[in-house]
């Protein structure tokens, strides 16, 4: 079992670790993709647009720690070696599921937010 601690993890990201998420944007989407995560999916693209709108400043409307957050939550989903080893059939990628939605739910203003945001984008360059 490992010693994760998202609270931890959370207050110790920087712009290195977002990037490390962007950068494996393609194996956490492939990853979430399959078993309990799969119900996931779509959140977690929610979540990686919503990184790549951050970082690119395109939508700075969330605090620092919002994006922490999230790229933490990304991070842990990457990692194989976690609370519950994703090894472990179902259960490994059980645990993962909890924590895409124990931070959905915690972000689901931001979420929101960012998903009228988005929708008036896409009407304005219609």
Not at 13 to 25: F, I, K, S
Not at 27 to 34: L, Q
Not at 81 to 98: E, F, S, T
Not at 107 to 120: E, T, V
């Amino acid at each position: 079992m490992s010693s994760f601690d998202p609270q931890k993890q959370a207050q110790n990201m920087d712009q290195h670790d977002v990037a490390h998420v962007l950068a494996n944007g393609d194996a956490i989407r492939r990853k979430a993709a399959r078993g309990p995560l799969a119900r996931f999916s779509g959140t977690i693209s929610t979540l990686f647009s919503l990184v790549v709108d951050y970082m690119s400043g395109k939508y700075p409307y969330l605090p620092w720690s919002t994006i922490a957050w999230i790229s933490a939550t990304l991070l842990y989903v990457l990692s194989p070696l976690d609370l519950v080893p994703d090894v472990i059939p179902v259960a490994g990628l059980a645990d993962d599921a909890a924590f895409v939605a124990g931070l959905a739910a915690a972000i689901s203003k931001d979420l929101d937010n960012y998903a009228r945001w988005k929708a008036s984008q896409k009407s304005e360059q219609s």
